[in-house]
Nanobody, 118 residues
Framework: QVQLVESGGGLVQAGGSLRLSCAASGSFFSINAMGWYRQAPGKQREFVAHINSIGTTNYADSVKGRFTISRNNAKNTVALQMNSLKPEDTAVYYC????????????WGQGTQVTVSS
């Protein structure tokens, strides 16, 4: 079992920046990949960014060049630096992990709200 706690959400004006953080506890040695997803009101949850155990990253097209995911394996944390924020980035952001031997991201945090005003 892995527990995830996100922090760093808030309200920001368009063009601004926010940094989200996620701390993992529990069986963190079993973590392969870590990632961020988001869900806007009335929409399905969508992929934002992933980073695997060796630092390979993957981003949604909508955030490429604006968001940066990073990971600290020693501290079992993952962060999402969000720059040039747009109103359409408004959503609840969720941290998630994929365990070794598992095909999907099965452990999720409680989410943190990000609101971008125009």
């Amino acid at each position: 079992q892995v527990q995830l706690v996100e922090s760093g959400g808030g309200l920001v004006q368009a063009g601004g920046s926010l940094r989200l953080s996620c701390a993992a506890s529990g069986s963190f040695f079993s973590i392969n990949a870590m990632g961020w997803y988001r869900q806007a009101p009335g929409k399905q949850r969508e992929f934002v960014a992933h980073i695997n155990s060796i630092g390979t990253t993957n981003y949604a097209d909508s955030v490429k060049g604006r968001f940066t995911i990073s990971r600290n394996n020693a501290k079992n944390t993952v962060a999402l630096q969000m720059n040039s924020l747009k109103p359409e980035d408004t959503a609840v952001y969720y941290c998630a992990v994929r365990l070794w031997g598992r095909p999907d991201f099965g452990s999720w945090g409680q989410g943190t709200q990000v609101t971008v005003s125009s």
